[in-house]
């Protein structure tokens, strides 16, 4: 009579115990591995907008003071034209008008300028912002400011036909929230304001656990496949190995 051999039947089941316990370890790494790496892209691509609220104005009474009288002062004419004789006529030389000049920068940004336009909704500290506005002189410059705190961006030249069109980049250290870029002409005084709203960056990972990049995540999730297969194959190689017998007595 022929008796299976006890200590190659337990070996068998022992590696198929330790063969289906590989195969639980590498469904687990790999549903972590590609959560992780779902969750890191996630929080890559979120921001925040924070939109500071206005403080109410308050009101100030107004203070009457009574009229002051004063007589009036009778001052002649005076003629400032240089004569210029050609054949015995005497014709007036116009004097020149005053080139305009830089407007001074305001503390905060004008209430009732007319609308200008930027090319983005949102933007980071740092990035490029095209301002766009018509209404100017054509040629005259324009002062270009940019609030909450006044900075002067620069002075740029309209076109010829009135419009305005100007790129340029926001401080790196621009806070968070809504800022006002403003367009003073030279010549013609005419003024126009965009509201900028300027975004926080990627939320800030936690120091205290360690950053592991996605290619990472993608390097274990191959591993445990290619573990799972390897498992797999050795359960099917153990089944099939020939079981050891016992002489009869």
Known sequence: MNHTNAPALRARRSATVFA?????ASV??????????HAEDTAEGEMTVTVPTAAPTPTTPPVTTPPVTTPPVTTPPVTTTTPK????T?????QETPAPTEPAIPGAPAANGAEAKVDGETYQAGASVVVTADGFTPGEQVQVVLFSDPQLIGNVAANADGT????????????AGRHTVQLTGWASKHIATADVFVTTGPLAAD?????????????????????LAGAFWWVIRIMRAPTAEVAPA
């Open 20 to 24: 289906c316990g590989m195969l639980l």
């Open 28 to 37: 687990l790494a790999l549903t972590v591995g590609v959560s992780a790496a």
């Open 85 to 88: 004789s050609t054949g015995g």
């Open 90 to 94: 005497t014709t007036p030389t116009p």
């Open 164 to 175: 305005f069109e100007h790129s340029f980049a926001l401080p790196d250290d621009l806070a």
């Open 207 to 227: 120091a205290s656990v360690p950053v592991i990049p996605t290619a990472v995540w993608w390097v274990l999730g191959i591993l445990a496949v290619l573990l």
